[in-house]
Structure formats: C-alpha cells, structure tokens
C-alpha cells in the first residue's frame, strides 16, 4: 500500500490550500481515509477521517468550519480542503489508511495501518 500526499506549500493567514493524497495497493474505497497534522515539537494529532463510501465524515472541533475532507473512489484520491488558514495550522499534514469503520477512536493514530510521505503547509500571518 502507498500514499502519496501533496498539495502542500506556504500561504498567508487567511488563504486556502487543498491536499491530495493518492493511494494504491488497496480497495480505496473499503477503507476509511483519514489526514493528521504535526507540528514542530508537538504531537501528531488528527485533523479529519471520511468513511470509505464517503458518507460518514468526522474534523476536530480546531478546524470545524474551515477544512472539509472529500474523496473520489473512482481516483483512488482523498482530499483536504483548507480555507482561513492560520498560522496555528502550520505543520506537516499526512494522510493514512484505517481499516476500521470511523465510528469510535477514528481520531487515535493507531486506528490506521499505512501513512503517506506526508506533506509540509507553512501559513504566514
């Protein structure tokens, strides 16, 4: 299995960006999607997961209202669509896999079994 995630890149505060992330290897769509975000000196820590058929989808209350996450089964692609960034959203961004159906601890690292490259977004304010 692989995940390539991009998208990245460095925006002033209030801008958007969309990550993508591109999987193989697996049935894309009998697996749940999720993307988490580290910051220098922090912990790794979840950002949002979607379902595999797309109809369930779960964002931590930081960036409720600002990111929506998204896939496209037909591509094998999972996106994360970032508007009014912040200085605070700085940090890496990866996407991983979850066997699991997101209904409890979908926001726990240890609920997915394979992890993209991962993808640096850097917003100046």
């Known amino acids: 299995v692989q995940l390539q995630a991009s998208g990245g890149g460095l925006v002033q505060a209030g801008e958007s960006l969309r990550l993508s992330c591109a999987a193989s290897?697996?049935?894309?769509?009998?697996?749940?999607m999720g993307w988490f975000r580290q910051a220098p000196g922090k912990e790794r820590e979840f950002v949002a997961v979607?379902?595999?058929?797309?109809?369930?989808?779960y964002v931590a209350d930081s960036v409720k209202g600002r990111f929506t996450i998204s896939r496209d089964n037909a591509n094998d692609t999972v996106y994360l669509q970032m508007n009014g960034l912040n200085p605070d959203d700085t940090a890496v961004y990866y996407c991983?896999?979850?066997?699991?159906?997101?209904?409890?601890?979908?926001?726990?690292?240890?609920?997915?079994?394979?992890w993209g490259q991962g993808t640096q977004v850097t917003v100046s304010s």
């Open positions: 991983a896999s979850s066997p699991y159906y997101p209904a409890n601890y979908y926001d726990s690292l240890d609920q997915y079994d394979y």
């Open positions: 290897g697996r049935t894309f769509s009998s697996y749940a």
């Open positions: 979607i379902s595999g058929s797309g109809s369930i989808t």
